[in-house]
């Protein structure tokens, strides 16, 4: 099992930063791969940034340029790093873990944190 505690998530305003925190329980973190999606209202969930065991990181085009993710193995936990916001980065952020176990892989959630831009 692997819970997921996200934070960070706020009210800002248009060019602005802030940093989403998700800390993970578990032994295994490290062989996790860690993603962040976001939920607009309205809209479906949609993955904006991975990052895989060995560190690799992929984002979506509408982020690209502008948001980090990163992981600290040492303290279980994966960051994102969103600079630049704009009010289309409005949404609720869930941290998510796809965590091996045998021939499976488990994916676990986060409750998700708010995130509001406003221009």
């Known amino acids: 099992q692997v819970q997921l505690v996200e934070s960070g998530g706020g009210l800002v305003q248009a060019g602005e930063s802030l940093r989403l925190s998700c800390a993970a329980s578990?032994?295994?973190?490290?062989?996790?791969?860690m993603a962040w999606y976001r939920q607009a209202p309205g809209k479906q969930r949609e993955l904006i940034a991975r990052?895989?065991?060995?560190?690799?990181?992929n984002y979506a085009d509408s982020v690209k340029g502008r948001f980090t993710i990163s992981r600290d193995n040492t303290k279980n936990t994966v960051y994102l790093q969103m600079n630049s916001l704009k009010p289309e980065d409005t949404a609720v952020y869930y941290c998510?873990?796809?965590?091996?176990?045998?021939?499976?892989?488990?994916?676990?959630w986060g409750q998700g944190t708010q995130v509001t831009v406003s221009s």
């Open positions: 998510n873990a796809q965590s091996p176990s045998g021939f499976t892989t488990n994916a676990y």
């Open positions: 578990g032994s295994r973190f490290s062989n996790n791969l």
């Open positions: 990052i895989t065991s060995g560190g690799s990181t």
